[in-house]
């Protein structure tokens, strides 16, 4: 299936932020993290950079981990439209950098929580739309909590990217191999 840009990268941005608190570890410490971070996804529009703003950010991953979990599209909707609703979400086109014409679908200068989650709540729509929630996913390493979306054409992804964890299963099955 494929996906628009703008849907691809707010599930891809949404897994990261999700995986800052993966695995135990703040992945998000102070502001210049979370300024990093809005920088290596292109995050447009206002950003406050205070502590207080950081505690929004951090405040919606365990509500998006939670939306990850969820598969069936009658339970995922209304809390899609939830969160549509609860951020003012308000869609229109842009045209910025090299991103070509894509949707925002809040006003730039609505706090960065609000932003994110009305372009999470417009991605997993998409998702539902498509009947391809089963992109949403999580780790198979045993010892790794962190989320990904699938966006391979066979959906056969089967570990993040947050810690080298396809490699190490990879490594473990060669040595057991070779042991056996």
Known sequence: MLFAHDTRAAL???????NTAANGEEGLPD?????AVLDEHEWTGRRDGT?????????VRPAWRELWAETDADTLAPRVNDLLES?????????HGDWG???HVSDDDAPLSDRMNAELAVALADLIRADELGRLRFC??????AVFVDLSRNRSKRYCDTGNCGNRANVAAYRARKRG
């Open 12 to 18: 891809v941005w949404a897994a990261a932020l999700v």
């Open 31 to 35: 502001v210049a993290a979370l300024t």
């Open 51 to 59: 502590d207080a703003e950081l505690v929004a950010v951090r405040s």
């Open 87 to 95: 951020s003012r979400a308000r869609p229109r086109l842009t045209r």
């Open 101 to 103: 014409w894509h949707l």
């Open 140 to 145: 198979e390493s045993p010892d790794c909590d």
